[in-house]
């Protein structure tokens, strides 16, 4: 069975950081991109982040780039994100979610094949 476990969350104040983890099992982790997104509330679900083993390429939306780092630790099966810098309008529920190959167009949250459950992250101002 496929399982995403997104962890990490939590109220930061604004400036501060804080590392989500998505730990992943029940595939063949190197074979899967795993993708970040969040979504706030009263908006739609946004594509931050995404990392693969298959071609080694990281990518980040214009909003977090520059302040978020993603990582991967393939011994654990488990990427990170870590968030420095952050800011209200950062508040959200954040999501992991892997496809088969490599991120392209991975901010669309299409063609993802698994999805775990969310973890919350919310910045005070």
């Known amino acids: 069975e496929v399982q995403l476990q997104a962890s990490g969350g939590g109220l930061v104040q604004a400036g501060g950081s804080l590392r989500l983890s998505c730990a992943a099992s029940?595939?063949?982790?190197?074979?899967?991109?795993i993708g970040w997104f969040r979504q706030a509330p009263g908006k739609g679900r946004e594509g931050i982040s995404c990392?693969?083993?298959?071609?080694?390429?990281?990518y980040y939306s214009d909003s977090v780039k520059g302040r978020f780092t993603i990582s991967s630790d393939n011994a654990k099966t488990t990427v990170y994100l870590q968030m420095n810098s952050l800011k209200p309008e950062d508040t959200a529920v954040y999501y992991c979610?892997?496809?088969?190959?490599?991120?392209?167009?991975?901010?669309?949250?299409?063609?993802?094949?698994?999805w775990g459950k969310g973890t919350q992250v919310t910045v005070s101002s």
């Open positions: 990392i693969s083993s298959s071609d080694d390429n990281t």
């Open positions: 029940g595939y063949t982790f190197d074979d899967y991109a």
């Open positions: 979610a892997a496809r088969f190959g490599i991120c392209r167009d991975y901010y669309t949250g299409l063609g993802m094949d698994y």
